[in-house]
């Protein structure tokens, strides 16, 4: 395990993990190589914990009219607003695998309006913003945008609740002064075609 800072609170121990908890992890472990920080920081609290991902996994792992790759873009542009940088790092790195891209990453987590991406994207992301950072101005107009590209009703509450449950992961990580794992900083840059 890494013995750098990784939360202001105690990190559990793997093996001190309720066993659930502890299959979680190892399962994780064994497909990305290592522990992503969240888990060892949310297991301070392992209801908090299961709760945590049970939601991140309702939002983040079923079919969307999304693509994997635009739900980390929100969750990327998202926790750069928040300036979160454990979620920008580590899901920045998951944005480059998904989306095969080396250079989104970085573009949209430092000024997505100048990024490289398409205009249904920059709706999407301008949509994401303002549940972000005005939600109580939404109105009918916003859903006719994201209507005219070629967002539904549903894939418009998936892109709300993705910045939203995001808005408070990312509070949370700043709170706890969560350390993104070095691992983060390298993937999906080597070899990564451009699109």
């Known amino acids: 395990m890494d013995t ?3 939360s202001r609170y105690s990190v559990p121990d793997i093996s001190d993990l309720p066993d659930d908890i502890k299959k979680m992890v190892l399962t994780v472990q064994e497909k990305a190589g290592f522990v992503p920080n969240v888990f060892l920081a949310l297991a301070h609290r392992p209801d908090e914990l299961r709760a945590f ?9 079923k079919e969307s009219g999304l693509s994997k790759a ?9 926790s750069s607003a928040n300036n979160c940088l454990y979620c920008v790092v580590a899901h920045g790195a998951v944005l480059r695998i998904r989306a095969k891209n ?6 949209v987590a430092t000024n997505y309006r100048k990024a490289d991406i398409t205009p249904q994207r920059m ?14 101005s939404i109105g009918d107009s916003d859903f006719e945008a994201l209507r ?9 509450w998936d892109i709300a609740a993705i910045t939203a449950f995001f808005g408070m992961s990312n509070r949370m990580a700043n709170f706890v002064s969560m350390r993104p ?8 840059r080597g070899g990564a075609q451009r699109k």
């Open 123 to 136: 709706a999407m992301l301008d949509f994401a913003m303002k549940v972000s950072n005005d939600s109580r």
């Open 70 to 78: 635009d739900m980390e873009m929100i969750v990327v542009v998202t």
């Open 4 to 6: 750098k800072h990784i």
């Open 181 to 188: 794992n070095d691992e983060f900083y390298a993937l999906g």
């Open 148 to 156: 005219s590209h070629g967002f539904s009703d549903e894939d418009i």
């Open 102 to 107: 080396a250079l989104i990453a970085d573009q």
């Open 53 to 61: 991902f049970a939601y991140h996994d309702a939002l983040m792992e």
